[in-house]
């Protein structure tokens, strides 16, 4: 599994021509670290019941209470993930209304509050823009893996 995170980090960086480290301070500065670092966490759960399944695939813990309990796990991380998403989202939303509504508009502060708002509000929505999708994603695949897994044991 660490293998497949090195590839696929050193093929990101290759496609966006950043350092690792350059990615890490960029996702840092555009999500936060408290949301990155649930983000991962779930994320690993989901990808660790993929892998749980793939690994029943292959003669480890041959039964379907095995297949019940990740294919529950991977679900209820998917959920994970989308809550946390909605949440940061209206996170972001909820700062930039009190940012608005603590700050005096006058003609000559308009311009820096927007965009201040702006930057608040970006920020809320790319949680969604990356935590639906990665959620139905990994619902997606485990939902797949577990139909072919009880056609195979139908055989």
Known sequence: MLGGFVIIAAVTSFLVDMTLIDMLSWVSQHFGKSFTALYLVLVGVGVLSIAQL?????????????????????????????????????????????????????????????????????????????????????RAWLAIRCAKMSTLSED
């Open 54 to 138: 793939y690994a029943k695939d292959i003669g480890v813990n041959n039964n379907a209470q095995h297949c019940r309990y990740w294919r529950e796990c991977g679900l209820q991380a998917a959920n994970g993930i989308s809550t946390l998403a909605l949440t940061f989202t209206l996170l972001g939303i909820s700062l930039g209304i009190g940012t608005l509504a603590d700050t005096p508009l006058t003609p000559s502060t308009v311009q820096n509050i927007i965009g201040e708002l702006t930057g608040q509000f970006s920020i809320a929505f790319m949680t969604t823009v990356i935590g639906l999708p990665t959620a139905a994603a990994i």
